[in-house]
Protein backbone atom coordinates (compact mmCIF):
# COMPACT_ATOMS: atom_id res chain seq x y z
CA UNK A 1 0.00 0.00 0.00
CA UNK A 2 1.49 3.58 -0.80
CA UNK A 3 2.63 5.69 1.97
CA UNK A 4 0.16 8.77 3.09
CA UNK A 5 2.05 11.91 3.12
CA UNK A 6 0.78 12.20 6.59
CA UNK A 7 2.32 9.22 7.93
CA UNK A 8 5.75 9.91 5.74
CA UNK A 9 5.34 13.73 7.77
CA UNK A 10 4.89 12.41 11.16
CA UNK A 11 7.85 10.41 10.50
CA UNK A 12 10.06 13.45 9.38
CA UNK A 13 8.54 15.32 12.41
CA UNK A 14 9.36 12.57 14.83
CA UNK A 15 12.97 12.22 13.24
CA UNK A 16 13.41 16.09 13.92
CA UNK A 17 12.03 15.56 17.84
CA UNK A 18 14.94 12.88 17.94
CA UNK A 19 17.99 15.40 16.91
CA UNK A 20 17.97 18.52 19.38
CA UNK A 21 20.29 20.34 17.21
CA UNK A 22 18.12 20.90 14.33
CA UNK A 23 16.52 23.87 15.05
CA UNK A 24 13.18 24.99 12.23
CA UNK A 25 10.82 28.06 13.88
CA UNK A 26 9.45 31.04 11.77
CA UNK A 27 12.37 32.89 11.77
CA UNK A 28 14.84 30.22 9.72
CA UNK A 29 15.77 26.65 10.30
CA UNK A 30 19.29 25.31 10.68
CA UNK A 31 20.41 21.74 10.08
CA UNK A 32 23.77 20.52 10.54
CA UNK A 33 25.93 19.18 8.11
CA UNK A 34 26.13 15.77 9.48
CA UNK A 35 22.38 14.89 10.00
CA UNK A 36 21.30 17.49 6.83
CA UNK A 37 21.75 14.34 4.53
CA UNK A 38 19.27 12.34 6.15
CA UNK A 39 17.20 14.90 7.32
CA UNK A 40 16.39 15.45 3.26
CA UNK A 41 16.06 12.17 3.07
CA UNK A 42 12.46 12.36 5.23
CA UNK A 43 11.52 15.39 3.90
CA UNK A 44 11.87 14.44 0.25
CA UNK A 45 9.66 11.15 1.21
CA UNK A 46 6.69 13.37 2.00
CA UNK A 47 7.41 15.79 -0.86
CA UNK A 48 7.45 12.33 -2.85
CA UNK A 49 4.28 11.01 -0.96
CA UNK A 50 2.19 13.75 -1.01
CA UNK A 51 2.63 13.62 -4.89
CA UNK A 52 1.86 10.50 -5.97
CA UNK A 53 -1.21 10.26 -3.13
CA UNK A 54 -2.94 13.67 -4.89
CA UNK A 55 -1.25 14.25 -8.20
CA UNK A 56 -1.17 10.16 -9.25
CA UNK A 57 -2.91 10.97 -12.41
CA UNK A 58 -1.19 14.05 -13.81
CA UNK A 59 2.27 11.88 -12.81
CA UNK A 60 0.58 9.21 -15.21
CA UNK A 61 0.11 12.42 -18.39
CA UNK A 62 3.35 13.40 -18.03
CA UNK A 63 5.05 10.15 -18.62
CA UNK A 64 2.55 9.38 -21.52
CA UNK A 65 4.05 13.30 -22.65
CA UNK A 66 7.66 12.23 -22.07
CA UNK A 67 7.00 8.96 -23.99
CA UNK A 68 6.02 10.89 -27.29
CA UNK A 69 8.16 13.38 -26.85
CA UNK A 70 11.08 10.65 -27.00
CA UNK A 71 9.69 8.87 -29.42
CA UNK A 72 9.33 12.08 -31.83
CA UNK A 73 12.80 13.31 -30.66
CA UNK A 74 14.39 10.39 -31.82
CA UNK A 75 12.54 10.32 -35.28
CA UNK A 76 13.71 14.56 -36.05
CA UNK A 77 17.59 13.08 -35.14
CA UNK A 78 17.05 10.77 -37.52
CA UNK A 79 15.76 12.35 -39.97
CA UNK A 80 17.99 15.40 -39.86
CA UNK A 81 21.45 13.34 -38.87
CA UNK A 82 21.08 15.83 -35.35
CA UNK A 83 23.15 15.69 -32.17
CA UNK A 84 21.03 17.11 -30.05
CA UNK A 85 17.58 18.92 -29.36
CA UNK A 86 17.59 21.66 -26.70
CA UNK A 87 14.99 22.48 -24.52
CA UNK A 88 14.75 24.62 -21.14
CA UNK A 89 16.60 22.19 -18.07
CA UNK A 90 13.30 22.59 -16.22
CA UNK A 91 11.11 20.70 -19.14
CA UNK A 92 13.53 18.15 -19.51
CA UNK A 93 13.97 17.04 -16.08
CA UNK A 94 9.76 17.12 -16.06
CA UNK A 95 9.55 15.09 -19.17
CA UNK A 96 12.33 12.46 -17.51
CA UNK A 97 11.78 12.20 -13.81
CA UNK A 98 7.82 13.86 -13.25
CA UNK A 99 7.36 12.83 -9.85
CA UNK A 100 10.66 14.53 -8.83
CA UNK A 101 9.57 17.84 -10.51
CA UNK A 102 6.58 17.84 -8.96
CA UNK A 103 8.08 17.35 -5.75
CA UNK A 104 10.10 20.64 -6.30
CA UNK A 105 7.15 22.62 -5.92
CA UNK A 106 6.91 21.61 -2.27
CA UNK A 107 9.77 22.88 -1.17
CA UNK A 108 8.35 25.98 0.08
CA UNK A 109 5.06 25.17 1.52
CA UNK A 110 6.63 22.07 3.22
CA UNK A 111 9.08 24.18 5.40
CA UNK A 112 6.38 26.79 5.74
CA UNK A 113 4.11 23.81 7.77
CA UNK A 114 7.28 22.80 9.15
CA UNK A 115 7.77 26.20 11.07
CA UNK A 116 4.65 26.37 12.50
CA UNK A 117 3.46 29.04 9.66
CA UNK A 118 0.24 27.39 8.60
CA UNK A 119 -1.39 24.14 9.81
CA UNK A 120 -2.16 20.63 7.66
CA UNK A 121 -5.60 21.44 6.64
CA UNK A 122 -4.10 24.32 4.94
CA UNK A 123 -0.86 23.22 3.60
CA UNK A 124 -2.84 20.75 1.83
CA UNK A 125 -4.91 22.75 -0.22
CA UNK A 126 -1.85 25.21 -0.80
CA UNK A 127 0.40 22.63 -1.70
CA UNK A 128 -2.25 20.73 -4.54
CA UNK A 129 -2.54 24.88 -5.48
CA UNK A 130 1.17 25.48 -6.27
CA UNK A 131 1.55 22.21 -7.54
CA UNK A 132 -1.44 22.34 -10.10
CA UNK A 133 0.10 25.83 -10.97
CA UNK A 134 4.05 23.95 -11.53
CA UNK A 135 2.10 21.28 -13.40
CA UNK A 136 0.07 23.14 -16.21
CA UNK A 137 2.58 25.23 -18.03
CA UNK A 138 4.75 22.90 -18.40
CA UNK A 139 2.97 20.17 -19.58
CA UNK A 140 1.43 23.22 -22.14
CA UNK A 141 5.13 23.53 -23.11
CA UNK A 142 5.84 19.48 -23.26
CA UNK A 143 2.80 19.37 -25.52
CA UNK A 144 3.56 22.34 -28.06
CA UNK A 145 6.89 20.69 -28.58
CA UNK A 146 5.78 17.28 -28.88
CA UNK A 147 3.53 19.35 -31.57
CA UNK A 148 6.50 21.23 -33.24
CA UNK A 149 8.49 17.89 -33.99
CA UNK A 150 5.45 15.87 -34.95
CA UNK A 151 4.85 18.80 -38.22
CA UNK A 152 8.73 18.65 -38.81
CA UNK A 153 8.94 14.93 -39.32
CA UNK A 154 5.76 14.84 -41.43
CA UNK A 155 7.60 17.73 -43.63
CA UNK A 156 10.80 15.56 -44.59
CA UNK A 157 13.09 18.51 -42.98
CA UNK A 158 17.11 17.50 -44.09
CA UNK A 159 19.05 20.79 -42.79
CA UNK A 160 18.38 23.89 -40.22
CA UNK A 161 19.69 26.77 -39.39
CA UNK A 162 19.65 29.23 -36.67
CA UNK A 163 21.46 31.79 -35.15
CA UNK A 164 23.92 32.07 -31.81
CA UNK A 165 21.42 33.62 -29.50
CA UNK A 166 24.42 35.60 -27.69
CA UNK A 167 24.07 37.72 -30.75
CA UNK A 168 21.19 38.65 -29.95
CA UNK A 169 20.76 39.05 -25.97
CA UNK A 170 23.35 42.27 -26.53
CA UNK A 171 24.34 44.46 -23.40
CA UNK A 172 22.22 47.13 -24.04
CA UNK A 173 19.16 45.15 -24.18
CA UNK A 174 19.77 45.16 -20.06
CA UNK A 175 20.33 48.14 -19.60
CA UNK A 176 17.81 50.13 -17.49
CA UNK A 177 18.34 53.36 -19.19
CA UNK A 178 18.28 51.48 -22.85
CA UNK A 179 14.93 53.15 -24.51
CA UNK A 180 12.73 50.27 -26.25
CA UNK A 181 13.13 51.47 -30.32
CA UNK A 182 15.93 53.25 -29.47
CA UNK A 183 18.98 51.30 -31.35
CA UNK A 184 18.99 50.46 -35.18
CA UNK A 185 21.03 47.26 -35.35
CA UNK A 186 22.49 44.86 -38.30
CA UNK A 187 20.08 41.03 -37.70
CA UNK A 188 22.11 38.35 -36.97
CA UNK A 189 23.45 35.81 -39.89
CA UNK A 190 21.93 32.08 -40.21
CA UNK A 191 24.40 29.45 -39.09
CA UNK A 192 23.97 25.91 -40.41
CA UNK A 193 23.94 23.63 -37.72
CA UNK A 194 23.19 20.00 -36.55
CA UNK A 195 20.80 20.69 -33.42
CA UNK A 196 17.32 22.56 -32.82
CA UNK A 197 16.81 24.96 -30.02
CA UNK A 198 14.18 26.20 -28.27
CA UNK A 199 14.89 29.55 -27.10
CA UNK A 200 13.69 30.66 -23.85
CA UNK A 201 15.28 34.32 -23.95
CA UNK A 202 12.93 37.29 -22.25
CA UNK A 203 14.02 39.71 -24.31
CA UNK A 204 15.99 40.59 -26.91
CA UNK A 205 17.13 42.81 -30.26
CA UNK A 206 14.93 40.30 -32.72
CA UNK A 207 12.46 37.75 -33.19
CA UNK A 208 14.61 35.27 -35.12
CA UNK A 209 13.05 31.49 -35.51
CA UNK A 210 13.35 28.65 -33.10
CA UNK A 211 12.77 26.40 -35.46
CA UNK A 212 13.96 27.08 -39.30
CA UNK A 213 14.51 24.16 -42.03
CA UNK A 214 14.30 22.71 -45.25
CA UNK A 215 11.74 20.80 -46.26
CA UNK A 216 12.02 17.90 -48.55
CA UNK A 217 8.28 17.15 -48.61
CA UNK A 218 6.85 20.72 -49.67
CA UNK A 219 10.43 21.65 -51.78
CA UNK A 220 10.22 25.12 -49.31
CA UNK A 221 11.94 26.47 -46.32
CA UNK A 222 9.78 26.73 -43.10
CA UNK A 223 10.23 28.59 -40.06
CA UNK A 224 8.27 27.70 -36.95
CA UNK A 225 8.40 30.40 -33.84
CA UNK A 226 6.56 29.07 -30.39
CA UNK A 227 8.28 31.04 -28.21
CA UNK A 228 7.42 35.18 -28.50
CA UNK A 229 9.15 37.76 -26.14
CA UNK A 230 10.09 41.33 -25.99
CA UNK A 231 11.94 43.23 -28.95
CA UNK A 232 13.95 45.92 -27.80
CA UNK A 233 15.58 47.02 -31.59
CA UNK A 234 14.71 48.48 -34.96
CA UNK A 235 16.52 46.11 -37.75
CA UNK A 236 18.98 48.44 -40.49
CA UNK A 237 17.13 46.11 -42.85
CA UNK A 238 14.14 44.07 -44.09
CA UNK A 239 13.47 41.50 -46.45
CA UNK A 240 11.22 42.90 -49.05
CA UNK A 241 9.23 40.84 -50.19
CA UNK A 242 7.58 39.90 -46.93
CA UNK A 243 4.51 41.25 -46.07
CA UNK A 244 5.05 43.27 -42.27
CA UNK A 245 2.59 44.12 -39.80
CA UNK A 246 3.40 47.37 -38.45
CA UNK A 247 3.10 47.27 -34.81
CA UNK A 248 1.95 50.58 -33.62
CA UNK A 249 -0.68 50.56 -36.25
CA UNK A 250 -2.37 47.25 -34.81
CA UNK A 251 -1.84 48.48 -31.48
CA UNK A 252 -3.77 51.62 -32.69
CA UNK A 253 -6.81 49.18 -34.08
CA UNK A 254 -6.97 46.56 -31.53
CA UNK A 255 -5.61 48.04 -28.46
CA UNK A 256 -2.24 46.20 -26.36
CA UNK A 257 -1.28 44.01 -28.68
CA UNK A 258 2.29 43.22 -28.89
CA UNK A 259 2.83 39.52 -30.11
CA UNK A 260 4.97 38.44 -27.11
CA UNK A 261 1.94 38.68 -25.17
CA UNK A 262 -0.71 36.94 -26.78
CA UNK A 263 1.05 34.66 -29.77
CA UNK A 264 1.18 30.66 -29.30
CA UNK A 265 3.15 29.59 -32.35
CA UNK A 266 3.78 30.92 -35.87
CA UNK A 267 4.33 29.28 -39.66
CA UNK A 268 6.18 31.32 -42.25
CA UNK A 269 7.15 30.30 -45.42
CA UNK A 270 9.65 30.86 -48.32
CA UNK A 271 10.27 28.91 -51.80
CA UNK A 272 13.84 30.50 -52.28
CA UNK A 273 16.01 30.22 -49.62
CA UNK A 274 16.61 30.30 -45.60
CA UNK A 275 17.47 33.98 -45.40
CA UNK A 276 14.31 35.15 -46.31
CA UNK A 277 12.77 33.75 -42.75
CA UNK A 278 15.86 34.78 -40.77
CA UNK A 279 14.00 38.22 -39.00
CA UNK A 280 10.15 37.57 -38.02
CA UNK A 281 9.80 40.33 -36.22
CA UNK A 282 11.76 43.78 -35.05
CA UNK A 283 10.77 46.57 -32.43
CA UNK A 284 8.01 48.01 -35.61
CA UNK A 285 6.73 45.75 -37.44
CA UNK A 286 6.45 41.92 -37.46
CA UNK A 287 6.44 39.35 -40.83
CA UNK A 288 2.66 38.35 -40.85
CA UNK A 289 2.15 34.91 -40.34
CA UNK A 290 1.33 32.24 -43.28
CA UNK A 291 -0.51 30.14 -40.53
CA UNK A 292 -0.92 30.08 -36.52
CA UNK A 293 -0.84 27.28 -34.75
CA UNK A 294 -2.60 27.14 -31.14
CA UNK A 295 -2.50 24.46 -28.56
CA UNK A 296 -5.07 23.77 -26.47
CA UNK A 297 -6.21 21.07 -23.74
CA UNK A 298 -9.91 20.54 -22.50
CA UNK A 299 -9.71 23.28 -19.36
CA UNK A 300 -9.06 25.72 -22.48
CA UNK A 301 -12.41 24.54 -24.31
CA UNK A 302 -14.46 26.00 -21.04
CA UNK A 303 -12.09 29.36 -20.87
CA UNK A 304 -14.16 32.33 -22.61
CA UNK A 305 -11.69 34.49 -22.62
CA UNK A 306 -9.07 32.38 -24.11
CA UNK A 307 -11.25 31.04 -27.00
CA UNK A 308 -12.07 34.01 -27.67
CA UNK A 309 -8.39 35.62 -27.80
CA UNK A 310 -7.52 32.75 -30.12
CA UNK A 311 -9.73 34.29 -32.31
CA UNK A 312 -8.97 37.66 -31.53
CA UNK A 313 -5.13 36.43 -32.20
CA UNK A 314 -6.56 34.88 -35.95
CA UNK A 315 -7.99 38.31 -36.61
CA UNK A 316 -5.70 40.86 -35.36
CA UNK A 317 -2.43 38.83 -37.34
CA UNK A 318 -4.73 37.51 -40.16
CA UNK A 319 -2.78 34.52 -40.96
CA UNK A 320 -2.41 33.86 -44.79
CA UNK A 321 -4.15 30.13 -44.15
CA UNK A 322 -5.73 30.66 -40.95
CA UNK A 323 -5.12 28.95 -37.35
CA UNK A 324 -5.25 25.56 -36.52
CA UNK A 325 -6.09 24.20 -33.41
CA UNK A 326 -3.84 21.17 -32.32
CA UNK A 327 -6.12 19.92 -29.18
CA UNK A 328 -4.43 17.05 -27.19
CA UNK A 329 -8.03 15.67 -26.04
CA UNK A 330 -11.07 15.59 -27.91
CA UNK A 331 -13.05 18.95 -28.33
CA UNK A 332 -16.06 18.84 -25.40
CA UNK A 333 -19.23 19.01 -27.13
CA UNK A 334 -20.56 21.60 -24.74
CA UNK A 335 -18.73 24.08 -23.34
CA UNK A 336 -19.09 25.64 -19.98
CA UNK A 337 -17.27 27.97 -17.61
CA UNK A 338 -15.33 26.83 -14.79
CA UNK A 339 -17.30 25.11 -11.76
CA UNK A 340 -16.10 27.78 -9.28
CA UNK A 341 -16.96 30.84 -11.26
CA UNK A 342 -21.01 31.67 -11.56
CA UNK A 343 -21.78 33.55 -14.53
CA UNK A 344 -24.42 35.98 -14.49
CA UNK A 345 -27.14 36.67 -16.44
CA UNK A 346 -25.67 39.92 -17.47
CA UNK A 347 -22.23 39.00 -18.27
CA UNK A 348 -23.85 36.44 -20.69
CA UNK A 349 -25.43 38.54 -22.63
CA UNK A 350 -22.60 40.91 -23.20
CA UNK A 351 -20.64 38.01 -24.50
CA UNK A 352 -19.00 39.78 -27.74
CA UNK A 353 -18.48 37.20 -31.07
CA UNK A 354 -15.06 39.41 -31.57
CA UNK A 355 -15.07 37.45 -35.42
CA UNK A 356 -18.08 39.73 -36.15
CA UNK A 357 -16.83 43.04 -34.01
CA UNK A 358 -17.10 46.20 -35.83
CA UNK A 359 -13.70 47.83 -36.50
CA UNK A 360 -14.20 50.97 -35.28
CA UNK A 361 -12.64 53.37 -32.77
CA UNK A 362 -9.83 50.69 -31.66
CA UNK A 363 -8.61 52.86 -29.35
CA UNK A 364 -11.74 53.63 -27.69
CA UNK A 365 -12.78 50.08 -27.59
CA UNK A 366 -10.80 48.13 -24.50
CA UNK A 367 -12.85 44.47 -25.43
CA UNK A 368 -9.63 43.62 -27.30
CA UNK A 369 -7.40 45.07 -25.11
CA UNK A 370 -8.52 43.11 -22.30
CA UNK A 371 -9.07 39.91 -23.89
CA UNK A 372 -5.29 39.53 -24.67
CA UNK A 373 -4.38 41.53 -20.92
CA UNK A 374 -5.80 38.98 -19.28
CA UNK A 375 -6.64 35.46 -18.93
CA UNK A 376 -7.90 35.08 -15.66
CA UNK A 377 -11.26 36.49 -15.66
CA UNK A 378 -12.72 37.78 -12.27
CA UNK A 379 -16.38 35.94 -10.69
CA UNK A 380 -18.45 39.44 -12.39
CA UNK A 381 -17.10 38.97 -15.77
CA UNK A 382 -16.97 35.53 -16.28
CA UNK A 383 -18.80 34.79 -20.08
CA UNK A 384 -20.16 31.69 -21.51
CA UNK A 385 -17.52 30.23 -23.54
CA UNK A 386 -17.79 29.65 -27.34
CA UNK A 387 -18.38 26.43 -29.07
CA UNK A 388 -16.41 25.10 -31.57
CA UNK A 389 -19.39 25.77 -34.02
CA UNK A 390 -18.83 29.19 -33.19
CA UNK A 391 -15.49 29.88 -34.65
CA UNK A 392 -14.59 31.33 -37.77
CA UNK A 393 -14.60 29.40 -41.18
CA UNK A 394 -10.67 30.65 -41.17
CA UNK A 395 -10.04 28.61 -37.40
CA UNK A 396 -9.81 25.11 -38.03
CA UNK A 397 -9.90 22.43 -34.77
CA UNK A 398 -8.01 19.08 -35.31
CA UNK A 399 -8.14 16.72 -32.39
CA UNK A 400 -4.61 15.49 -32.28
CA UNK A 401 -3.82 13.48 -29.26
CA UNK A 402 -0.42 11.95 -29.85
CA UNK A 403 -1.05 10.78 -33.47
CA UNK A 404 1.58 12.51 -35.56
CA UNK A 405 -0.66 11.57 -38.79
CA UNK A 406 -3.83 13.80 -37.33
CA UNK A 407 -1.23 16.80 -38.36
CA UNK A 408 -1.42 15.71 -42.29
CA UNK A 409 -4.00 18.50 -43.15
CA UNK A 410 -1.69 21.12 -41.82
CA UNK A 411 0.85 19.68 -44.38
CA UNK A 412 -1.84 19.55 -47.34
CA UNK A 413 -2.66 23.19 -47.07
CA UNK A 414 0.74 24.21 -46.66
CA UNK A 415 1.93 22.25 -50.11
CA UNK A 416 -1.09 23.47 -51.85
CA UNK A 417 -0.68 26.87 -50.81
CA UNK A 418 2.97 26.75 -52.38
CA UNK A 419 2.56 24.52 -55.02
CA UNK A 420 3.31 26.44 -58.59
CA UNK A 421 1.06 28.79 -58.69
CA UNK A 422 0.10 28.70 -62.50
CA UNK A 423 -1.60 25.73 -61.44
CA UNK A 424 -4.53 27.17 -59.75
CA UNK A 425 -4.47 31.08 -59.60
CA UNK A 426 -7.06 30.77 -56.09
CA UNK A 427 -3.67 29.42 -54.69
CA UNK A 428 -2.14 32.94 -55.04
CA UNK A 429 -4.86 34.55 -52.49
CA UNK A 430 -4.90 33.72 -48.49
CA UNK A 431 -6.84 30.92 -47.48
CA UNK A 432 -9.42 30.88 -50.22
CA UNK A 433 -10.70 27.47 -50.77
CA UNK A 434 -7.89 25.97 -48.64
CA UNK A 435 -10.06 24.35 -45.92
CA UNK A 436 -10.83 21.44 -43.87
CA UNK A 437 -13.62 20.26 -42.21
CA UNK A 438 -13.01 20.77 -38.33
CA UNK A 439 -12.59 17.15 -36.79
CA UNK A 440 -13.68 15.16 -34.43
CA UNK A 441 -12.20 12.10 -32.89
Known amino acids: MALKWSEAYEDLKKFIAEHQEIKIDADGAVILSDIRTEFYRYFDTVRDAFVKEYFATEIESISELGNAYADISKLIKQDMNLEAIEVSGSL ?28 EERFVLEAQKVVKAFFRPLFCEGYKRWGTLALLHLLNPDCSWDVDLCELDVEHNRNAEFFPGMYEEDVPELQQRRQLTFSYLQKASFIMSDVLVHSKKLGAYVSVKSQWYEVRCKAKQINQNMEWLDLEQLHYKYGFCRPETILDTTIHLARENADELKLLADYCCMARPDMLIAFM ?28 VISRTVVPQKTEPPADLQPSDETDSSTMDVAEAPEVAPVQSTEAESLVASSSPSPTSVKQPLGIADLPDSVHVINVGYDINALEPIVQVISQWLAPQDQD ?17
Not at 432 to 438: H, P, R, S
Open 92 to 119: NGFLLEPDKSLMSALYSPLFNLLQGKTN
Open 425 to 441: ANQQHDLGELQITNQES
Open 297 to 324: EECDWHDANHIERLILNNKIFNPRLGTY
